[in-house]
């Protein structure tokens, strides 16, 4: 699916470095969202923009589009949601502009070539979407659910197979469990969302699940569904089935609350700001590169650690100046004030910091 030139009012102020103004005129209707009923200027920006990537992002990429097209018109953006990994692929491969990944470039990724980039220059890591990641429930009977990251790895690596399993009835004394067996659907491409799911586990419940961080799910039991929306789909038409996926897409479906120190906590974009805001970025990288190692050790139960943090990645220098200038141009954009509202309003997603922000703001600056 490409998602491009959706309309929207709106109006959006480009990043100072490229001193653009954009704002869509008004023509008699009421003053656009975050813009003035008498001011109109006209934006320079003109091309075609692609990016491949996160399907995490999809919800929010449709309404940064419709904004950032309405202010820019001879712009258009296209963002395929292939998934992150995908996207991290077409962007080194130069079949992208830019990646929108829940996963930021690994070690091997960074020391080879990106063919977008000008020669002997290197990709950056720009975080611009921050969500929770929900675990999904269609439990026969069931609505309310608590699990821990133990019960959780259990269930995922097939350790657990009933859902009237003695661990999961231990945390749920109130529920009726039916003694039918559990359908654990994860992603069969390679995700970033099953890369920072996969972290929470093998960092808050290191016993129980010993497998390495990664986009590709290490085990072959349960479900495997193409995508997000596959995860989704999969959940709902299926029977006594569990699953992880961005928030934004949960729908209906149940969530389950997962225990943070000692209370059982439902996700919120609150809690999995605080996660971001006090986690480090990752040592050794380009200055510009704002990777976020994720801290999920926290037993603070205003926090959830069940989190992703998605990226634009970009490069530092471009081949083409051109897509240079759509690049910053949009990227900040989504990573702005304005930006950051639309993903919450349309997503749900987290805001990024004051201080990370301005942090993107300034790599963006030094892009070329």
């Not at 002997?120 to 720009?126: N, P, R, S, V, W």
């Not at 975080?127 to 269609?138: C, M, Q, R, T």
């Not at 067996?181 to 970033?192: K, L, Y």
């Not at 129980?208 to 929306?229: H, M």
Request: proline content about 4%; glycine content about 8%.
């Amino acid at each position: 699916m490409k998602l491009k030139r959706y309309a929207a009012p709106a109006v959006i102020a480009i990043t100072a470095a490229l001193a653009l103004s954009a704002c869509a005129s008004n023509e008699g209707g009421a003053p656009a969202a975050g813009g003035s009923s008498d001011a109109a200027s006209a934006s320079a920006l003109t091309g075609t923009l692609t990016g491949i990537g996160s399907s995490a992002q999809g919800s929010a990429q449709e309404a940064w589009i419709a904004a950032f097209q309405t202010a820019n018109p001879d712009v258009t953006v296209n963002y395929d949601p292939q998934g992150s990994g995908a996207g991290r692929e077409s962007f080194i491969s130069g079949a992208s502009a830019f990646a929108g990944s829940d996963s930021a470039l690994n070690d091997d990724e960074l020391a080879g070539e990106f063919a977008s980039c000008a020669p002997g220059t290197k990709a950056i890591d720009l975080p611009v979407y921050i969500s929770p990641i929900a675990v999904v429930f269609n439990v026969e009977g069931v609505t309310d659910l608590n699990l821990d990251a133990a019960t959780i790895a259990n269930i995922f690596s097939g350790k657990i197979t009933t859902w009237n399993d003695p661990a999961i009835a231990a945390l749920n004394a109130d529920a009726t469990l039916p003694s039918a067996p559990i359908t654990a659907v994860h992603r069969s491409d390679d995700s970033g969302t099953t890369k920072n799911f996969t972290d929470y586990l093998g960092k808050v419940a290191p016993e129980a699940w010993a497998e390495k961080a990664a986009d590709a799910f290490p085990f072959q039991s349960g479900e495997g569904a193409q995508g997000t929306s596959g995860v989704i789909q999969a959940v709902t038409n299926g029977v006594n089935t569990i699953g992880y996926a961005d928030a934004s897409k949960a729908g209906d479906l149940g969530v389950a609350k997962i225990k943070v120190g000692e209370e059982f906590v439902e996700y919120t974009a609150e809690g999995a700001a605080a996660v971001v805001e006090e986690s480090p970025l990752v040592e050794g990288r380009e200055a510009n590169d704002l990777a976020v190692a994720l801290d999920r050790s926290t037993t603070d139960p205003s926090h959830y650690p069940l989190v992703l943090v998605s990226y634009a990645i970009a490069c530092q220098e471009y081949a083409d100046a051109a897509q240079a200038d759509l690049v910053k141009a949009y990227i900040g954009y989504i990573a702005s004030e304005e930006g950051q509202q639309v993903a919450a309003d349309s997503a749900g997603a987290a805001p990024l910091s004051a201080d990370l922000s301005s942090k993107v703001a300034a790599a963006l600056e030094t892009i070329k």
